[in-house]
């Protein structure tokens, strides 16, 4: 697919958003950013919520693909988190539907990246033993999906969203399960999980330019000696992670020891997520 030239980032303030607002230009996109806190420095940022209609049909018109981060990132009441990642993905939908139409696809326009997250396999129990992990250990991409938080169940609903819109309208999807996208990985579980800024760019850009993707799910991490899962759907994209998160373990595994498969929080794929979520603020 050629490449996209108006792309509309939503949750273009988020942590997320700010990395990839410096780093997605370069690969030549022109980026709408939609969110509903304010960009300091972005006049013509389109300050909306998920929910308003209205907005997201303006903010889809003239655009060529759709980098979907907007949303609760973390654990929240349901009915938060059915109306910002549910309701605001469907909405978001709609609307990138009506705007492409049925040629969209065809004419190289119509297709979305969405931030699915490593929370809707959750429960999943990471691989044990020592790195780097076996291939055939790896956790496959068809995993069964084990949400691990209301959070990770609002992606898995945004995952099967994204496929009844390929199946049935055309829109484009590849859902991508970010590990951790942070300057640096904090935790040793981070290790296995971690996505680099710069690795994320490169996935986001392969994600959005790939051929033919209908509704592709992908892992989104970089190339860890400690990864965890098949990074195949990844890579079938054209992405090729440049970075290891190692270079931070001496000093993250000295501070915080290995990884004690007797936890419940160090033996699944989401961490603590599975005992104590962090929360969304109120
Ligand atoms: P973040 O919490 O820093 O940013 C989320 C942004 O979405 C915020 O700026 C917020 O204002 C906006 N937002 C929330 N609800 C909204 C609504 N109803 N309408 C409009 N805007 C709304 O999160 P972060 O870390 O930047 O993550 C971005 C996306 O990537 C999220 O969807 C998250 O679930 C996903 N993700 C991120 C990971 C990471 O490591 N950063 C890992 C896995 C998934
Ligand atoms: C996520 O899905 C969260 O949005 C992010 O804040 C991190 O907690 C990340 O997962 C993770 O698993 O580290």
Known sequence: MPTPRTVLLTGAAGGLGTLMRGL?????YELRLFDATPIEGEPAAITADLADKQALREAVRGVDAIVHLAGISLEAPFEDILRSNIEGTYNLYEAARDEWGAEGTAAGRGRIVFASSNHAVGYTPRPRGDAPCPPERLIPIDTPRRPDTYYGL?????????????????VETVSVRIGSCFME????????????????????HAALTADRVGHTVAYGSSANTRLWWDLGTARALGYEPQDDSEQYAPKLVAEQGELDPERPDHARLGGHFVTDPPRWPS
Request: aromatic share 14%.
């Open 154 to 170: 609002s992606k898995c609903f945004g995952e099967d969203l994204a496929q009844l819109y390929w199946d049935r309208d055309g």
């Open 24 to 28: 997605l230009p370069a690969y030549g």
């Open 185 to 204: 990985p904090t935790t040793v579980r981070m290790l296995s999980v971690w996505l680099s800024p710069g690795d994320g760019a490169r996935l986001f």
